[in-house]
């Protein structure tokens, strides 16, 4: 039974949520696995610190939260202050370069960087970079197919503007495959 | 009967409980709902107001939940299939309605996604302490029925579940979900409509004139008619004779008294759900419900890692509660060990059914967060050796 | 006159029911009487009318009329008539309650159920007090009156009713006393014809409890009173209508105005939003009754 437990971390606003559904549905809905996805209400998931914790397992999730986190996608200084060190013992950071200085690695954990939020402003909408962030995790951590998260982004983000968020997918996704860790 | 196509969502969703509630009460019929706003469980009256109006359904929010319990059981009169929704706070403000639908057997459905009590407690973290409120909550004796989903697919299937038992029963029935379960994200799977068993409302067949509002049929319910029909119903909550009038004596109060609750007592076991894993040889059950349940389960395998014989018990339908059931067990096991986020409330039930028998060891958590299996895994150690 | 040897409203009746509760001198029962005389005058669909009531003397009107009838809870038989009513919109409304019941404990229900335009009628009967609690202050008892829970006499201020209901944006608006059977009747019938939110006051005497306690005499007397203080005022300003003890009462109907009744302004929104594609909900019946 693998299960692997997955933690978003950023402020509010930045789509840590969105970005959490997209990885769980993927699992759930398009890659035949189970997904349970929790996250933490209330006043700080309207401003400061918001998190997204997604458990992916092969079979029936019991215990639905996230305690050792394998996998950690941060996207803000202040998230990686408070959620980092939760990290599995040689488990996978993956950060916003731009907005996270890790000044120490905790728990022997293999960091990831992406300018995520340069690449959507490639894009012209800075909004997607968590989406970029969704496709360069989908890209370095391989657990789920890309097929699956490509068409959970699709079929989780306002029709309008799927194509973009596509792109900023793609675009992610290929950056993890360019410049691997 | 098959589900309205027209209330079914048929496919595979990543959807939060609260969500799956609300699809789960359209897929069963139901097309009024009364609420008001209330954290955790805005989200199932916000997907509500989004998707009645367009399947010809009616939503309301109403000036207060007391407004609101009471909105519901008018359209269920009119021969809607009706719900609303709360949490804590609304749903003691619900209480003197729930005994209105009891004593007129208004089948109706009341949703309480828990939040850590008392008073305005958590709003936004899990608790399970409403659930002696869901059974005594509302003065005099009257039964209800409650259900625990696990999970948002079961909070799809049991507001469904939830619907067809308040017709069939003819009570109002409470889906007593948790803050965790309603705001938890996972795959719900919605059948065809063809393959959603629901239960229409027992529409009498007699004519005005002849038909009582409250006579009962062999299984101690009445057929209803609803307003407009031409049977000059009358619906009160005072106590009242078959045709529904009033009458102020002990007779007619031990006469409809007894029988509302005895309609459910009686078939307690036809009603009663729960589901059982390794109860055969275990020396430990442990009896959960809602979210409990699944954070109950971690502590189990580690207890059955050790070599401990822990078997489980899941009430699904939490009330009525399996007294028949949990007594056989009593009889067999070591001793019951119920977690859940309260200072004990089922526990209670579990205790007083057991009768001495086995003890009853209570895990209990304020609420807040759910348990950490490790407490409940020492419970269990504890209680397999034969500690008290 | 002629002589009459049956009751003329008996039909509406639950005969079986009779004798009512109210004591001699009441003046539900001639209330009842008018309403009564209003559906048959009216020709209203009997079939599709109910009636819901809240809780005390005038909470057992729905009882006693041999129609759908809901007897409800304390306060709060006007969001149980909402129910009934936008689940079926065909059905036509009546709630029937005491002050009390519809002022004090249901007033937040009162106000925004005119606020939102359900398409009810309200009947409210005004007799200064709890009765079937023995003689409590009540939201509209007057200045200086006494009673078992005033015993001092009465110090707060009193609603007037009918000027709530108008603020609150209720589109037919009338007071009358049980003196005042026939123009009352008239009203009855003057709100069957309309749609949205309607409320008639009635003030009506409480012989046992609020004549006694305050040495008015019975309910003769009070006839008598209502006969002589009543001031006729059709359109008046609501403001105006304050009651204070044994003061004059200003009687009339005072509001006639038309606005989208509840479903009419949801269908209407929904139309706007949805285009074609929404189907609109049921309205009911432009009136309850055609005929007015």
Same mark, same amino acid.
């Given at each position: 039974?693998?299960?692997?437990?997955?933690?978003?971390?950023?402020?509010?606003?930045?789509?840590?949520?969105?970005?959490?559904?997209?990885?769980?549905?993927?699992?759930?809905?398009?890659?035949?696995?189970?997904?349970?996805?929790?996250?933490?209400?209330?006043?700080?998931?309207?401003?400061?610190?918001?998190?997204?914790?997604?458990?992916?397992?092969?079979?029936?999730?019991?215990?639905?939260?996230?305690?050792?986190?394998?996998?950690?996608?941060?996207?803000?200084?202040?998230?990686?202050?408070?959620?980092?060190?939760?990290?599995?013992?040689?488990?996978?950071?993956?950060?916003?370069?731009?907005?996270?200085?890790?000044?120490?690695?905790?728990?022997?954990?293999?960091?990831?960087?992406?300018?995520?939020?340069?690449?959507?402003?490639?894009?012209?909408?800075?909004?997607?970079?968590?989406?970029?962030?969704?496709?360069?995790?989908?890209?370095?951590?391989?657990?789920?197919?890309?097929?699956?998260?490509?068409?959970?982004?699709?079929?989780?983000?306002?029709?309008?503007?799927?194509?973009?968020?596509?792109?900023?997918?793609?675009?992610?996704?290929?950056?993890?495959?360019?410049?691997?860790? | 009967?098959?589900?309205?196509?027209?209330?079914?969502?048929?496919?595979?969703?990543?959807?939060?409980?609260?969500?799956?509630?609300?699809?789960?009460?359209?897929?069963?019929?139901?097309?009024?709902?009364?609420?008001?706003?209330?954290?955790?469980?805005?989200?199932?009256?916000?997907?509500?107001?989004?998707?009645?109006?367009?399947?010809?359904?009616?939503?309301?929010?109403?000036?207060?939940?007391?407004?609101?319990?009471?909105?519901?059981?008018?359209?269920?009169?009119?021969?809607?299939?009706?719900?609303?929704?709360?949490?804590?706070?609304?749903?003691?403000?619900?209480?003197?309605?729930?005994?209105?639908?009891?004593?007129?057997?208004?089948?109706?459905?009341?949703?309480?996604?828990?939040?850590?009590?008392?008073?305005?407690?958590?709003?936004?973290?899990?608790?399970?302490?409403?659930? @002696?409120?869901?059974?005594?909550?509302?003065?005099?004796?009257?039964?209800?029925? %409650?259900?625990?989903?696990?999970?948002?697919?079961?909070?799809?299937?049991?507001?469904?579940?939830?619907?067809?038992? %308040?017709?069939?029963?003819?009570?109002?029935?409470?889906?007593?979900?948790?803050?965790?379960?309603?705001?938890?994200?996972?795959?719900?799977?919605?059948?065809?409509?063809?393959?959603?068993?629901?239960?229409?409302?027992?529409?009498?067949?007699?004519?005005?004139?002849?038909?009582?509002?409250?006579?009962?049929?062999?299984?101690?319910?009445?057929?209803?008619?609803?307003?407009?029909?031409?049977?000059?119903?009358?619906?009160?909550?005072?106590?009242?004779?078959?045709?529904?009038?009033?009458?102020?004596?002990?007779?007619?109060?031990?006469?409809?008294?007894?029988?509302?609750?005895?309609?459910?007592?009686?078939?307690?076991?036809?009603?009663?759900?729960?589901?059982?894993?390794?109860?055969?040889?275990?020396?430990?059950?442990?009896?959960?419900?809602?979210?409990?349940?699944?954070?109950?389960?971690?502590?189990?395998?580690? %207890?059955?890692?050790?070599?401990?014989?822990?078997?489980? @018990?899941?009430?699904?339908?939490?009330?009525?509660?399996?007294?028949?059931?949990?007594?056989?067990?009593?009889?067999?096991?070591?001793?019951?060990?119920?977690?859940?986020?309260?200072?004990?409330?089922?526990?209670?039930?579990?205790?007083?059914?057991?009768?001495?028998?086995?003890?009853?060891?209570?895990?209990?958590?304020?609420?807040?967060?759910?348990?950490?299996?490790?407490?409940?895994?020492?419970?269990?150690?504890?209680?397999?050796?034969?500690?008290? | 006159?002629?002589?009459?040897?049956?009751?003329?409203?008996?039909?509406?009746?639950?005969?079986?029911?009779?004798?009512?509760?109210?004591?001699?001198?009441?003046?539900?029962?001639?209330?009842?009487?008018?309403?009564?005389?209003?559906?048959?005058?009216? +020709?209203?669909?009997?079939?599709?009318?109910?009636?819901?009531?809240?809780?005390?003397?005038?909470?057992?009107?729905?009882?006693?009329?041999?129609?759908?009838?809901?007897?409800?809870?304390?306060?709060?038989?006007?969001?149980?008539?909402?129910?009934?009513?936008?689940?079926?919109?065909?059905?036509?409304?009546?709630?029937?309650?005491?002050?009390?019941?519809?002022?004090?404990?249901?007033?937040?229900?009162?106000?925004?159920?005119?606020?939102?335009?359900?398409?009810?009628?309200?009947?409210?009967?005004?007799?200064?007090?709890?009765?079937?609690?023995?003689?409590?202050?009540?939201?509209?008892?007057?200045?200086?009156?006494?009673?078992?829970?005033?015993?001092?006499?009465?110090?707060?201020?009193?609603?007037?009713?009918?000027?709530?209901?108008?603020?609150?944006?209720?589109?037919?608006?009338?007071?009358?006393?049980?003196?005042?059977?026939?123009?009352?009747?008239?009203?009855?019938?003057?709100?069957?014809?309309?749609?949205?939110?309607?409320?008639?006051?009635?003030?009506?005497?409480?012989?046992?409890?609020?004549?006694?306690?305050?040495?008015?005499?019975?309910?003769?007397?009070?006839? +008598?009173?209502?006969?002589?203080?009543?001031?006729?005022?059709?359109?008046?300003?609501?403001?105006?209508?304050?009651?204070?003890?044994?003061?004059?009462?200003?009687?009339?109907?005072?509001?006639?105005?038309?606005?989208?009744?509840?479903?009419?302004?949801?269908?209407?929104?929904?139309?706007?939003?949805?285009?074609?594609?929404?189907?609109?909900?049921?309205?009911?019946?432009? +009136?309850?009754?055609?005929?007015?």
């Amino acid at each position: 039974m693998a299960v692997t437990e997955i933690k978003f971390g950023g402020f509010g606003g930045q789509g840590i949520i969105l970005a959490g559904i997209i990885v769980g549905k993927a699992a759930a809905l398009f890659d035949n696995k189970e997904a349970t996805l929790t996250q933490a209400f209330g006043p700080e998931a309207r401003g400061s610190a918001c998190s997204a914790q997604v458990v992916v397992s092969d079979d029936r999730i019991l215990y639905p939260y996230v305690t050792h986190p394998s996998i950690m996608v941060l996207m803000s200084q202040d998230a990686f202050t408070r959620y980092a060190g939760e990290v599995a013992q040689g488990g996978t950071l993956i950060i916003e370069e731009d907005l996270v200085q890790p000044a120490q690695i905790p728990n022997g954990a293999t960091v990831f960087k992406v300018p995520a939020t340069r690449l959507a402003e490639e894009l012209g909408r800075r909004m997607v970079l968590n989406i970029v962030m969704v496709g360069f995790f989908a890209s370095v951590t391989k657990l789920l197919t890309p097929e699956a998260v490509r068409k959970a982004v699709a079929d989780s983000v306002p029709r309008g503007t799927i194509d973009l968020n596509l792109k900023a997918f793609d675009k992610g996704f290929e950056w993890g495959r360019s410049h691997p860790s | 009967m098959a589900a309205d196509p027209s209330g079914v969502l048929t496919g595979q969703h990543y959807l939060d409980g609260n969500h799956a509630a609300c699809e789960g009460a359209l897929a069963a019929g139901c097309r009024f709902a009364s609420g008001y706003p209330i954290t955790p469980s805005t989200e199932v009256v916000e997907r509500i107001a989004a998707r009645l109006p367009r399947m010809g359904g009616m939503f309301i929010q109403m000036e207060d939940e007391i407004a609101a319990s009471i909105t519901l059981q008018g359209a269920v009169w009119a021969g809607k299939k009706a719900l609303t929704v709360t949490s804590g706070p609304g749903f003691s403000l619900m209480m003197e309605h729930i005994g209105l639908a009891a004593m007129t057997e208004c089948p109706c459905v009341y949703i309480d996604v828990q939040r850590g009590g008392p008073s305005t407690g958590l709003p936004t973290l899990p608790g399970q302490a409403d659930m @002696m409120q869901a059974r005594w909550g509302s003065h005099g004796d009257y039964e209800i029925i %409650a259900l625990c989903p696990e999970s948002p697919q079961e909070c799809f299937s049991l507001t469904v579940e939830a619907f067809n038992l %308040a017709e069939q029963w003819r009570v109002p029935v409470m889906l007593m979900m948790d803050e965790c379960v309603g705001h938890m994200t996972e795959r719900v799977v919605i059948p065809p409509a063809d393959q959603i068993h629901v239960v229409d409302r027992r529409w009498t067949k007699k004519p005005p004139g002849e038909f009582k509002a409250f006579e009962p049929g062999p299984d101690m319910v009445p057929d209803m008619a609803k307003a407009g029909d031409g049977h000059h119903l009358f619906v009160t909550g005072l106590t009242h004779d078959e045709r529904g009038y009033p009458v102020m004596n002990q007779k007619a109060q031990e006469k409809l008294v007894r029988r509302i609750v005895d309609k459910i007592r009686l078939n307690a076991d036809k009603i009663s759900r729960v589901e059982e894993d390794q109860i055969d040889g275990a020396e430990v059950v442990v009896i959960s419900y809602g979210i409990t349940s699944r954070v109950a389960m971690r502590a189990v395998q580690m %207890a059955r890692a050790k070599g401990i014989k822990v078997g489980t @018990m899941r009430l699904i339908v939490a009330w009525p509660f399996p007294e028949n059931r949990v007594r056989e067990l009593a009889s067999k096991v070591k001793a019951f060990v119920v977690p859940e986020l309260n200072y004990g409330q089922m526990s209670l039930e579990v205790e007083r059914v057991a009768a001495g028998k086995a003890p009853t060891v209570l895990v209990p958590h304020g609420g807040g967060e759910v348990h950490d299996p490790e407490v409940i895994l020492e419970a269990i150690v504890q209680a397999a050796r034969g500690a008290r | 006159m002629s002589q009459v040897d049956t009751n003329p409203v008996k039909e509406y009746l639950r005969m079986d029911r009779m004798p009512s509760i109210w004591c001699p001198g009441c003046g539900i029962g001639t209330s009842v009487n008018c309403f009564a005389r209003a559906l048959t005058q009216a +020709k209203v669909d009997l079939k599709k009318t109910t009636v819901v009531s809240g809780i005390g003397c005038s909470g057992r009107v729905s009882g006693y009329l041999e129609l759908d009838s809901f007897h409800t809870t304390h306060g709060r038989a006007i969001p149980f008539a909402t129910g009934l009513k936008l689940a079926n919109p065909e059905l036509n409304v009546v709630v029937y309650s005491g002050e009390g019941d519809l002022a004090a404990i249901g007033g937040n229900h009162l106000i925004h159920a005119a606020r939102r335009n359900i398409d009810l009628l309200v009947i409210c009967v005004n007799n200064f007090t709890y009765g079937m609690t023995g003689g409590q202050v009540s939201p509209t008892s007057p200045g200086g009156a006494t009673y078992s829970t005033a015993p001092y006499g009465q110090f707060e201020t009193p609603f007037n009713l009918p000027h709530l209901a108008d603020s609150c944006g209720a589109v037919y608006v009338a007071r009358w006393t049980t003196f005042h059977v026939r123009q009352l009747t008239k009203s009855i019938r003057e709100a069957f014809g309309k749609k949205g939110f309607r409320f008639i006051e009635v003030i009506s005497p409480c012989p046992t409890l609020y004549q006694r306690r305050n040495k008015l005499g019975d309910g003769l007397d009070a006839m +008598k009173f209502y006969k002589e203080a009543s001031v006729l005022k059709n359109g008046a300003d609501t403001r105006e209508l304050d009651i204070g003890f044994q003061s004059p009462i200003i009687v009339g109907s005072f509001v006639n105005r038309d606005r989208p009744s509840f479903i009419e302004a949801m269908n209407k929104r929904f139309t706007s939003v949805f285009g074609e594609s929404y189907k609109p909900y049921p309205e009911g019946p432009s +009136k309850a009754v055609q005929g007015c």
